[in-house]
């Protein structure tokens, strides 16, 4: 079966700092990758997705990037996090024509 | 551009009552699938049920069923014998059944079910 493992599940970082999120999928070659940030108690809004490696399609001009180094791995980053940056961040995969499969989430918080 | 809309934020029902969740959604595509999703207060995301749109029989899986109406593009969520496990956050999902390089998962904003003991 399908599987998305996301780290790390929690994270605090200052403003100004670096970011590294990693998603990998195990279960399944040539997925569509996903990454969601959700608002508390709020929707997921889509940020970027990605149907192949180093493919990449972002959803909304923000300080955030997305790559795909390989097949089943999908990587969030930032230069410079800002306070707004903070939020639950969601990682899913799934071929076409399937349901999204999702990790357990990252909760970032910037101070 | 496709979307997704959920009318109701909150909703509440008596535990072994049934609930009746709606959502609606537009899009030009005539091959996609339907999904519910559940977040429970663990956020993990955990599929409910899905509905493929070329399919007539609406779709089951024990004590949920939805109602589809591609027509009307309305897609239901209905739960039977509610149980306390049951309160979470439902979001509603699109996803194109066409092979494109445009291949999106797009979500409702939710509905937050609450049961009552």
């Known amino acids: 079966s399908q599987t998305i493992h996301q780290w790390p599940a929690t994270l605090v970082q200052p403003v100004g700092s670096p970011l590294s999120l990693e998603c990998t999928v195990e279960?399944?070659?040539?997925?569509?990758l996903y990454w969601y940030r959700q608002a508390a108690g709020r929707g997921l809004q889509l940020l970027f997705y990605?149907?192949?490696?180093?493919?990449i399609s972002s959803e909304v001009p923000q300080n955030l990037s997305a790559s795909r180094p390989q097949d089943r791995q999908f990587i969030l980053s930032s230069k410079k996090l800002l306070l707004s940056d903070s939020g639950f961040y969601l990682c899913?995969?799934?071929?076409?024509?399937?349901?999204?499969?999702f990790g357990q989430g990252t909760r970032l918080t910037v101070v | 551009a496709q979307t997704v809309t959920q009318s109701q934020p909150e909703m509440s029902v008596q535990e072994a009552e049934t609930v009746t969740l709606s959502c609606t959604y537009d899009?030009?595509?005539?091959?996609?699938?339907l999904f519910w999703y559940k977040q429970p207060p663990s956020r993990q995301m955990i599929l409910v049920i899905r509905q493929e749109a070329y399919k007539q029989q609406n779709a089951t899986e024990n004590r949920f069923s939805v109602n589809f109406q591609k027509a009307a593009k309305s897609f239901s969520l209905k739960i039977s014998d509610s149980q306390l496990g049951d309160a979470a956050m439902y979001f509603c999902a699109y996803r194109s059944g066409e092979k494109t390089s445009y291949d999106k998962v797009i979500f409702g904003p939710g509905t937050s079910l609450s049961v009552i003991p």
């Open positions: 990605s149907v192949g490696i180093g493919q």
């Open positions: 899009t030009s595509e005539s091959d996609y699938y």
């Open positions: 279960g399944t070659s040539n997925p569509n």
């Open positions: 899913a995969g799934g071929r076409v024509g399937t349901e999204a499969f």
